[in-house]
């Protein structure tokens, strides 16, 4: 009988293509680092604690001059540090996502296909006629610059609420629509379609910012909100001409791709429209520098730091469901702002903050779940006598006596019914989690362990006494 260590960042399954598939942890984070037992572990995503609601869904957060702002419904909001809102004034719309950004002293909000400022008193719409709809907005070197998704827009540097049409500029590299704007290192970035074109501020009489040819990036964003600036790059899901979607870094005119097999195949799984509709922000918090990728019924998240530290791109995935299956994650719009991280839900008027002390989601149960590599004893065979996660246990509310379950499966397709054991009460940290007679293989055998935030543990690795046959 021999004792192996089996890997836990990430799992593996079949599908009926007569292929292997990864799953990624389930509202757990991957942690690099030695601990003396392994060079990495699992423990819980952050939990989201409510604190007030708002006139509508939240479409928008970001801090100006210490003061916390969001469009929630069609109004824009501040929120002080109890969560006490404040409604500053209406901005049209209703569930769609908001652009702001801001000046030094002038807000931008970009909702409804109109351009609203707040001057910190009073809340005005950019009348002028030839500023146009409004898709996008930036702030760059004293202008505000938009895109109706044809031309760049700048306003006047002497009078915000003015646009000059002789000062419009454009993206003509390939002729797609430009559907995002953002800002790296005072250089302006014109996401389109298919391509990504950086500018600029050269001064002059007209358009006054002009394009770095060699920063051209031959890649474009699906969405508006499909995109962000993460680890001082263009973080963004899209793709070039004749392309599936998937998700890349690009800077300086390089796009690399940071999504794996599993992420571009779970992508295909959206329609454009669906995608178009997605949102990517960062969170940089601890150490880690997390991109969410928020899709309709999950949110993947990507650590940089963790991929460089293990070598592989790590990904894990959000869901605010209980159940099996997934439903859309229950944050997003992260604002870090009066020691707090702040965040909003997409699909209700409810605000509050990230923790690390719970796991649930606005005060809901919610489910954790990880896989296992695929055990193999070269075709002969194994007796599998015991289980063990070694885990930190203890960690939960009192009163409550969690349980966790594993299952398991010989091809990856049907799985056998869970199997639960007691996780530990709270303070009982010295709590081993094992399972006995865990049956035979006669080939190969997956694994996978799941439970709900109740049980608030994070896994250190997972041990296994296996006997090996000779059949």
Not at 128 to 148: A, E, K, Q, R, S
Not at 217 to 235: E, F, L, R, S
Not at 283 to 311: F, Q
Not at 330 to 351: C, D, E, L, Q
Request: hydrophobic residues 35%; glycine residues 10%.
């Amino acid at each position: 009988m021999v004792a192996m260590k089996i890997p836990v960042l990430s799992g593996i399954y079949t599908d009926s293509n007569s292929d292997y598939r990864v799953s990624y942890p389930v509202n757990l984070f991957v942690v690099p680092g030695n601990n003396g037992i392994s060079d990495s572990y699992l423990r819980p995503a952050d939990g989201l604690v409510s604190i007030s609601t708002g006139p509508g869904i939240d479409r928008g957060a970001i801090e100006w001059n210490g003061t916390h702002y969001r469009v929630m419904g069609p109004f824009l909001v501040s929120v002080d540090d109890t969560g006490a809102i404040k409604n500053l004034g209406y901005v049209g719309g209703g569930s769609s996502q908001v652009t702001l950004d801001y000046s030094f002293d002038r807000l931008a909000i970009a909702s409804d296909g109109k351009l609203y400022y707040w001057n910190g008193t009073s809340l005005q719409n950019v009348a002028d006629p030839d500023l146009g709809t409004v898709i996008d907005v930036v702030w760059v070197d004293g202008y505000f610059m938009t895109t109706d998704g044809t031309s760049l827009i700048v306003t006047e540097l002497a009078d915000p609420t003015s646009v000059n049409p002789l000062k419009y500029g454009s993206s003509e590299v390939d002729p797609d629509n430009v559907v995002a704007l953002l800002k790296i290192r005072n250089e302006v970035y014109a996401l389109n379609r298919h391509t990504i074109e950086a500018f600029d501020n050269v001064g002059g009489d007209f358009f006054p910012f002009q394009r770095i040819d060699g920063a051209q990036i031959p890649k474009g964003c699906i969405g508006t909100h499909a995109c962000c600036v993460y680890n001082d790059a263009i973080a963004f899901l899209g793709g070039g001409r004749n392309e599936p979607p998937s998700i890349y870094l690009g800077l300086n005119g390089q796009a690399k791709a940071i999504s794996t097999q599993e992420i571009d195949r779970l992508l295909l799984q959206y329609t454009e429209e669906q995608l178009a509709d997605s949102e990517l922000e960062a969170r940089v918090d601890r150490g880690r520098k997390l991109l969410y990728v928020h899709l309709p019924d999950r949110t993947l998240v990507y650590d940089i730091n963790a991929s460089e530290a293990l070598g592989s791109h790590i990904w894990v995935t959000l869901t605010s469901t209980y159940g099996a299956g997934f439903t859309r994650y229950a944050a997003h719009n992260f604002v870090w702002v009066n020691n707090n991280w702040w965040a909003g839900s997409p699909t209700s008027s409810t605000i509050g903050t990230l923790t690390q002390d719970v796991g649930s989601h606005w005060g809901s149960t919610v489910r954790w779940e990880f896989g296992t590599s695929i055990l193999y004893n070269e075709s002969r065979g194994a007796i599998l006598h015991q289980l063990e996660l070694v885990a930190l246990t203890g960690r939960v509310t009192s009163g409550i006596d969690p349980t966790i379950s594993t299952s398991y499966s010989n091809d990856g397709i049907t799985w056998s019914q869970p199997k639960f054991i007691n996780a530990g009460a709270v303070g009982d940290s010295l709590k081993r989690l094992a399972w006995f007679q865990q049956g035979f293989m006669r080939n190969m055998r997956m694994q996978r362990f799941q439970g709900d935030t109740q049980t608030h543990l994070s896994v250190t690795r997972l041990e296994a006494q296996i006997e090996g046959l000779n059949i």
